[in-house]
Every structure is written in structure tokens, then in C-alpha cells.
């Protein structure tokens, strides 16, 4: 599996945060998308190209986690909380009809 060079934009409204506190996460990424009905111009279908998979781990531990469907938008925004219970690296992973993913990171201090 490929790691794609998109960086996605990722907010998280706490950065420090007392055990137990809820944390907000946002995140846009863009992709370039292809729904699997379109043909190209030999006539052949151009395979789908969506992102199916997403998920969230804080210091390696999944905290939220999603499975889009076709209607999903080409460059989805995604909004969620988790409760803060150890500090660690904030690791959002966004994964392709083709396996390829597209990783973002920030990071979080429980006090």
C-alpha cells in the first residue's frame, strides 16, 4: 500500500487536555475521486476511485473509526470527538478503493 504526499488539514480545538475531557477533531482532505461510471475516452470504464475507510488512533489506540460509501464527497470533512485518556501522537488514516492511504498526524497532551 502506497502513503499518498496529500497533507490533510486537521483542527483539533484542545491541544492540552485533562483526563477524561472530550476533544473535538476536524479534518478536510482532498482527493481526487472517481465514482467507476464514467468511460474513458478508448471506451473503457475508468475503475472507481473513492476513499471506502477512515480512522482515528490516539498513541496506537483507535478512538473513532468510519466506513464511507459511493456518496461520499471528493474531499470529505469529517468531524468527531473522543475522550482524552493518554497523551500520544493524534493519527487520522484515510484508505482508497486501490489501498493507498493518505496519512495526517497531530498530537495531544492529557494533563
Same mark, same amino acid.
Given at each position: 500500500? %502506497? ?6 488539514? $486537521? ?5 492540552? %487536555? ?8 476536524? *479534518?478536510?482532505?482532498?482527493? !481526487? ?7 474513458? *475516452? ?15 488512533? !490516539? ?6 473509526? *468510519?466506513?464511507?460509501?459511493? *456518496?461520499?464527497? %471528493? ?26 492511504? $493518505?496519512?495526517?498526524?497531530?498530537? $495531544?497532551?492529557? $494533563?
Amino acid at each position: 500500500m %502506497a502513503t499518498s504526499s496529500v497533507k490533510p488539514r $486537521i483542527k483539533l480545538d484542545k491541544k492540552e %487536555a485533562k483526563q477524561g475531557d472530550i476533544v473535538e477533531v476536524k *479534518a478536510l482532505v482532498s482527493h !481526487v475521486m472517481e465514482t467507476g461510471q464514467r468511460k474513458s *475516452a478508448d471506451g473503457n470504464v475508468i475503475p472507481r476511485k473513492i476513499l471506502n475507510k477512515f480512522t482515528c488512533t !490516539v498513541n496506537g489506540k483507535e478512538v473513532f473509526s *468510519a466506513d464511507f460509501e459511493p *456518496a461520499v464527497s %471528493a474531499n470529505p470533512y469529517i468531524q468527531f470527538k473522543f475522550k482524552a485518556t493518554e497523551s500520544g501522537p493524534v493519527v487520522l488514516t484515510w484508505i482508497d478503493d486501490d489501498g493507498s492511504k $493518505i496519512v495526517g498526524e497531530d498530537s $495531544i497532551k492529557v $494533563i
